[in-house]
């Protein structure tokens, strides 16, 4: 079986190491790319916490992967030249990791033996997220990541590692990475009715920070008191799958695990239920995440086993969604590529949005690549400006810019996060109540039944609940509200509440007509009574007639009695003949 260890914890006398990774490279790399003894020992001797190595069964070193931290002002070099940096890296140009100080990394050879790549790549990706994240836990501030791609497969890792690419350098492709501490927010609005009550769970500190100044928010920023109807429940911790790339056919493909807190938000009047992810001081590419989330591809663990998230929560909590979710990314910097960071997973795999893709030296089109000044009008219409930051907002999207975020805990930033957080909320609240409107509304029109006034009466009562999700004006201070309005147009709710209206109009006609029809019903019986009634007069008055005539002329009582039936005959049957002929009209 297959192992992780580091180059830090091995007692291996150091070239009989080096000679073991020398090994690796002959069974991977072209003599003129493999690494020379005297090189690689001096890095070695420079670092010896570079080496992220695979073992197996016997203990034996398989596989490699090699970073180490080099000086910021060759790191500067690496990024502006136009030539690509390998072996030829010296001793003098890395750095041993210090406490407090800022890093830049080096990524410089992956290798494992072709006899040893089954689950190698995901492994050593796995081991080099943890050595990161180990990094940073202990204080040793990691900033950026560079690496150089020589062939497909290996620029194929280093997209699935979130590296970006940059430029072409001669025959290898240069990459970047940011590790920023940034807070990824993930939004799913839903309705269903949760099981009561919620199992309560262990939270972290953070999670239990971000509700409190959730409601101190809500307390102090909204209008109308619409926070006094909003509920938060958290469900804990737990860890979320995300796939790089669910399009590639690569046996390389992997699943990122990551830690990410759950926030279950309800609206006390109705059965709308919002579901926050929030992923703390996280440095994966958004373009990854968005792709997974436009697919439904985010998967979760329990304690069962592992399932798609949306099918978790329809599972356990009787959720279903309405509409697509949304992300807010909460970044300390503006991206190095800010329309592709943006909009890079807003219009992934399409031609006629992307534009011209970039082409590499090998002929391969890289759609992921998008040229900036496609989307540059876009970016500029998208922009709002506040005091303390940058906000761009897309359909999908919401990039935040918070510059005081730089090397700040998650709960020194949270209070300038959390009023972005609150007004994503509230629209995805809003966006869900009109979704679900709408849905209602189509339901009412295309439904087999006759609809009726109780029909739409019904309707009016399921609206009147969420009514207060629908308000605009929903913040005291017109800075914040002006902001709420910006991202709202991005969410196209004004669009999506006007086809509403329009088609609860046609509801309304199609009652109107209901009630007009049945008016005219109405009206023809009435008519038939009343013609029933004065024939019934009729036939009494001439009744009484010939009673009189009677007591005048003298007639065999026979002879009366038959005149009588032949006149209540024919003045009955009068109005009998008025109503059937009226039928028969209308019959044809």
């Keep these: 079986m297959k192992k992780i260890i580091y180059s830090r914890n091995i007692s291996i006398p150091d070239e009989e190491f080096v000679k073991n990774i020398l090994e690796i490279d002959k069974s991977v790399y072209p003599s003129n790319m493999q690494g020379t003894m005297c090189s690689v020992l001096g890095r070695y001797h420079a670092n010896k916490d570079e080496y992220i190595l695979l073992t197996n069964d016997a203990d034996e070193i398989v596989g490699y992967l090699c970073c180490f931290p080099v000086k910021e002002s060759f790191y500067n070099e690496i990024i502006k030249s136009n030539h690509a940096f390998d072996d030829n890296i010296t001793s003098d140009k890395i750095v041993e990791y210090t406490r407090g100080q800022p890093h830049y990394l080096f990524l410089i050879s992956i290798a494992v033996k072709p006899d040893s790549r089954d689950g190698a790549a995901k492994m050593l990706a796995q081991a080099f997220e943890n050595f990161i994240k180990d990094k940073r836990k202990n204080g040793y501030n990691i900033i950026q990541a560079v690496s150089y791609a020589m062939t497909n497969k290996g620029a194929a890792f280093l997209e699935k590692s979130s590296f970006s690419f940059k430029k072409n350098c001669g025959r290898a492709c240069l990459y970047v990475r940011n590790f920023d501490d940034n807070d990824v927010y993930v939004f799913f609005s839903m309705t269903g009715n949760l099981p009561k009550p919620i199992p309560t769970c262990q939270i972290s500190k953070e999670l239990e920070m971000l509700s409190k100044e959730m409601d101190k928010t809500g307390e102090y920023e909204c209008a109308g008191g619409i926070y006094s109807v909003i509920k938060r429940e958290s469900i804990g911790t737990h860890t979320i799958g995300i796939c790089p790339d669910i399009y590639s056919d690569s046996e390389d493909n992997f699943v990122t695990y990551i830690a990410a807190d759950i926030l279950l938000v309800t609206h006390i009047h109705s059965p709308f239920v919002l579901i926050i992810l929030l992923f703390r001081d996280v440095c994966f590419d958004i373009t990854m995440l968005l792709d997974n989330l436009s697919t439904e591809q985010l998967r979760i663990r329990h304690e069962n086993g592992e399932e798609f998230l949306l099918d978790y929560f329809s599972r356990k909590y009787n959720c ?269």
């Design 320 to 588: 279903r969604t309405t509409g697509a979710a949304k992300t807010l990314l909460c970044t300390a910097q503006k991206p190095q590529d800010e329309i592709l960071s943006i909009f890079g997973g807003e219009f992934y795999n399409s031609s006629t949005l992307a534009g011209s893709a970039i082409t590499d030296k090998d002929g391969n089109e890289r759609t992921y690549k998008i040229r900036p000044e496609v989307f540059q009008q876009e970016c500029d219409e998208n922009i709002a400006l506040y005091n303390w930051y940058d906000c761009y907002a897309s359909e999908r999207a919401i990039i935040y810019v918070l510059p005081s975020r730089r090397g700040s805990s998650f709960i020194d930033s949270l209070q300038y996060e959390t009023a972005m957080v609150y007004i994503i909320e509230l629209l995805m609240f809003r966006s869900g109540a009109i979704k679900n409107a709408n849905k209602q509304v189509v339901t009412c029109l295309s439904g087999t039944q006759t609809l009726t006034l109780k029909n739409i009466e019904e309707l009016y009562n399921s609206l009147g609940k969420t009514l207060e999700l629908w308000e605009k004006q929903s913040f005291k201070y017109a800075a914040v509200q002006k902001l709420y309005n910006n991202i709202a147009k991005r969410f196209e709710l004004d669009t999506e509440e006007k086809d509403f209206y329009r088609k609860l109009e046609q509801v309304e006609h199609v009652v109107e007509l209901r009630r007009s029809q049945k008016n005219e019903k109405d009206s023809a019986a009435i008519n038939k009574i009343l013609i029933s009634l004065a024939g019934t007069q009729v036939v009494l008055i001439v009744t009484q007639i010939i009673l009189a005539l009677i007591e005048i002329i003298e007639l065999p009582v026979w002879m009366w009695s038959v005149l009588l039936t032949l006149c209540i005959l024919v003045m009955g049957g009068i109005p009998l003949f008025i109503i059937m002929r009226g039928k028969r009209k209308k019959h044809e």
